[in-house]
Nanobody
Framework: VQLQASGGGLLQVGDSLRLDCAASGFIFSAYMMGWFRQAPGKEREFVASITWNGGSTFYSDSVKGRFTISRDNAKNTVYLQMDNLKPEDTAVYYC????????????????WGKGTLVTVSS
């Protein structure tokens, strides 16, 4: 199983950025996909998730209205569009796969990917 996140970088406040996560080694369309992040000195936290067919999405309060999660099952890829970035969005972002939202809620998905660093400078 591989989950390869990409797209991180150094941004300014108010900028936008899209993260991609390419998946392989499992039946992508059978899993919910999600994003987590871990800021320096803090615990990893849930950011967003999406159901297998994209029909439902879930967001943390801190990103609701600014971030959008989407997926393309034909490309085995999940995306995180981040708009109006703030310094507190600075973190390593990880994608993950789970069968149920409860797994994201308890930070216990089936599969974790390697992270990509997003730094938002003020």
């Amino acid at each position: 199983v591989q989950l390869q996140a990409s797209g991180g970088g150094l941004l300014q406040v108010g900028d936008s950025l899209r993260l991609d996560c390419a998946a392989s080694g499992f039946i992508f369309s059978a899993y919910m996909m999600g994003w987590f992040r871990q800021a320096p000195g803090k615990e990893r936290e849930f950011v967003a998730s999406i159901t297998w067919n994209g029909g439902s999405t879930f967001y943390s309060d801190s990103v609701k209205g600014r971030f959008t999660i989407s997926r393309d099952n034909a490309k085995n890829t999940v995306y995180l569009q981040m708009d109006n970035l703030k310094p507190e969005d600075t973190a390593v972002y990880y994608c993950a796969a789970a069968r149920y939202q409860a797994q994201f809620d308890t930070s216990s998905p089936h599969f974790w990917g390697k992270g990509t660093l997003v730094t938002v400078s003020s």
